[in-house]
């Protein structure tokens, strides 16, 4: 096949649905040999029967720090090599008030967004060294890596973290001609809030929550495949280290000007549920 990936293979986490998905079926229409791993390893392999290019799927935990080694040999097994890494597999966690979290939901949510990271990356890097060969890593970040908000803190905490990670391996890579960035996508449904379908914050008000962004509507997996194609591929030679940001403008934002939505909206309907039966709060604080 020709392409920008032509020749290339390139291995894509969290690949059954979603931004995975989206991400292996550009890189394949593009030219490259494409594993897709993810913890459901019957949907990776349909979405792998589906690609246009040679493909292989296997399922993995990317947390898991045997399995996920495993996976990658594997993968080096049946193609020789990988060229590329698109880092992408996380989880949301539960819509939980801050004082109610448990640990072990913490440290569930921090386990795959930010140690399973650690591991891709690890796993990257080692198999660069054996190659002899520079390559390049996306890591899907998110506008929950630039910004706050007061319900899903291990999954704030976490794309936090993942802005660390690609700093990091960004500099110690570069003298290695390894390029390491984050794609930072901002609201695109996807199955990944679908658990959450009728929670507030979750799946059902994404395209009235969208609407308020720059270019007024949500994103689309394709559009973030796009950037994360652009990263892996020469046409960024020249771009490490970066978080760029895909959430139509979302995070420029001013929200204390008109413009911003200041004022637009009921401060009171949204911190009622979050905060009812607090004493310390007030309406008017």
Do not use: C
């Amino acid at each position: 096949m020709s392409g920008r990936f032509a020749g290339r293979v390139a291995l894509v986490t969290g690949a059954a649905g979603g931004l995975g998905r989206a991400s292996a079926e550009r890189l394949s229409a593009e030219g490259a040999a494409v594993a897709l791993l993810d913890i459901d390893g019957d949907r990776a392999a349909e979405v792998a029967r589906e690609l246009p290019g040679e493909a292989f799927a296997a399922s993995v935990d990317v947390s898991d720090e045997a399995a996920y080694a495993a996976a990658v040999d594997a993968v080096v097994d049946r193609f020789g090599r990988i060229d590329h890494h698109h880092l992408n597999a996380g989880i949301f966690g539960a819509f939980v008030a801050l004082p109610d979290l448990t640990v072990a939901e913490f440290e569930r949510v921090l386990a795959v967004n930010v140690r399973g990271q650690f591991l891709g990356l690890r796993a990257a890097f080692r198999q660069y060294e054996v190659q002899a060969s520079p390559g390049s890593i996306v890591v899907t970040a998110s506008i929950a890596s630039l910004t706050g908000a007061a319900d899903l803190l291990p999954y704030h905490t976490s794309k936090h973290a993942v802005v660390g990670l690609v700093h990091g391996a960004a500099v110690y890579g570069g003298p290695l001609g390894i390029r390491v960035n984050g794609v930072a996508p901002g609201i695109v449904p996807t199955d990944l809030f679908a658990a959450a379908a009728t929670a507030t914050g979750g799946k059902n008000d994404m395209e009235r929550r969208a609407s308020t962004t720059p270019l007024r509507r949500a994103g689309t997996t394709a559009e973030i495949a796009g950037v994360t194609a652009f990263l892996l591929s020469r046409d960024a030679a020249y771009v490490t280290g970066q978080i760029v940001s895909a959430d139509g403008g979302a995070t420029i934002v001013n929200t204390v000007r008109p413009s911003g939505g200041a004022g637009a909206w009921d401060t009171t309907a949204v911190d009622e549920p979050l905060y009812r039966g607090n004493p310390n709060w007030r309406t008017n604080a």
